[in-house]
């Protein structure tokens, strides 16, 4: 007393199937577009020391991320800037528009880019042009999730020219003869 013949069940089977892959194309669709449609925001905060000749007027380009080689990559940071604060007076001085990098000012800007799924852990500036900075840290703080945000990564001394310099945190191993970390090497890629 079998009712359905093998021809509904072959159709059953083509319809189940068509349904779990028209979901399952669903969710990969929506994964896909999140995932590219996924940006943060981040407020980079970089002091320049107050020796003298530490200011520059030169491009500077911005790379750091996390554990995860989730790079965000900056050129022209300059172009970035938000707002200025005067170490010395603890207000914001927004009203006064100036160009940034200049001695013994903090700095911070404002970048867009892919998220962070870890703490951000590497932070590399790169100079170009013909005179000095001398940056003395910089700190990048994440808006959606503050818990990624960076510790301040330390500078003090003139950034070499046409060079990625900075400091990674990422990858640290205890050996006997102290702290090994991996160093990351950056190709030729247009600065």
Same mark, same amino acid.
């Given at each position: 007393?079998?009712?359905?013949?093998?021809?509904?069940?072959?159709?059953?089977?083509?319809?189940?199937?068509?349904?779990? !892959?028209?979901?399952?194309?669903?969710?990969?669709?929506?994964?896909?577009?999140?995932?590219?449609?996924?940006?943060?925001?981040?407020?980079?905060?970089?002091?320049?020391?107050?020796?003298?000749?530490?200011?520059?007027?030169?491009? #500077?380009? !911005?790379?750091?991320?996390?554990?995860?080689?989730?790079?965000?990559?900056?050129?022209?940071?300059?172009?970035?800037?938000?707002?200025?604060?005067?170490?010395?007076?603890?207000?914001?001085?927004?009203?006064?528009?100036?160009?940034?990098?200049?001695?013994?000012?903090?700095?911070?800007?404002? #970048?867009?880019?892919?998220?962070?799924?870890?703490?951000?852990?590497?932070?590399?500036?790169?100079?170009?042009?013909?005179?000095?900075?001398?940056?003395? +840290?910089?700190?990048?703080?994440? !808006?959606?999730?503050? &818990?990624?945000?960076?510790?301040?990564?330390?500078?003090?001394?003139? !950034?070499?020219?046409?060079?990625? &310099?900075?400091?990674? +945190?990422?990858?640290?191993?205890?050996?006997?003869?102290?702290?090994?970390?991996?160093?990351?090497?950056?190709?030729?890629?247009?600065?």
């Amino acid at each position: 007393m079998m009712l359905i013949s093998k021809f509904g069940i072959t159709l059953i089977i083509f319809v189940t199937s068509f349904i779990f !892959l028209a979901e399952a194309s669903i969710k990969f669709t929506n994964d896909s577009l999140s995932t590219e449609k996924e940006k943060c925001t981040y407020f980079v905060t970089i002091e320049t020391t107050c020796t003298k000749g530490a200011e520059t007027t030169n491009h #500077v380009s !911005l790379r750091f991320g996390d554990e995860n080689s989730n790079d965000i990559l900056v050129h022209h940071l300059n172009s970035k800037h938000v707002r200025r604060v005067d170490p010395l007076e603890p207000q914001v001085l927004d009203d006064i528009p100036r160009k940034p990098f200049q001695s013994c000012m903090i700095d911070q800007f404002q #970048v867009t880019g892919q998220c962070v799924k870890s703490p951000i852990c590497y932070l590399y500036l790169k100079l170009a042009g013909s005179d000095d900075w001398r940056p003395g +840290f910089a700190q990048v703080q994440l !808006l959606e999730g503050p &818990h990624f945000s960076s510790n301040t990564f330390y500078f003090r001394r003139y !950034l070499p020219r046409r060079v990625w &310099h900075g400091s990674d +945190f990422c990858d640290t191993q205890v050996t006997p003869f102290g702290l090994k970390r991996k160093r990351n090497v950056f190709g030729n890629e247009a600065s």
